[in-house]
């Protein structure tokens, strides 16, 4: 099973990146996703989670109104908006899924496929 990342890149401090997240249908359909993040010299930590549906999200306390998290269910593909970035945002970022529910969880032993992330520096 593959997830394919795109759309990181450089961007000054308060601007914004939309990262998406391409899965086969198979996976796609009735799984959990995720977002994660790991910074240098830092542990990977969750950034924002959804529900198979869409409809319910989470998010950690550092990205809370700032990124926001969303699924095209009809595209097979996830997305994380990045809005008012900060330099402390730069990492690689990873999309995850799960077919374990319940969903909305930011540990990252609770995902079993991993992309292989892009890379967002803010500066």
């Known amino acids: 099973v593959q997830l394919v990342e795109s759309g990181g890149g450089s961007v000054q401090v308060g601007g914004s990146l939309r990262l998406s997240c391409a899965a086969p249908w198979s996976m796609y359909s009735n799984s959990c996703m995720g977002w994660f993040r790991q910074g240098p010299g830092k542990e990977r930590e969750g950034v924002a989670a959804i529900a198979t549906g869409g409809g319910s999200t989470a998010y950690a306390d550092s990205v809370k109104d700032r990124f926001t998290i969303s699924r095209d269910n009809a595209k097979n593909t996830l997305y994380l908006q990045m809005d008012s970035l900060k330099p402390e945002d730069t990492a690689m970022y990873y999309c995850?899924?799960?077919?374990?529910?319940?969903?909305?969880?930011?540990?990252?032993?609770?995902?079993?496929?991993w992309g292989q992330g892009t890379q967002v520096t803010v500066s």
């Open positions: 995850a899924a799960t077919f374990k529910h319940p969903c909305l969880r930011l540990t990252t032993e609770s995902y079993n496929y």
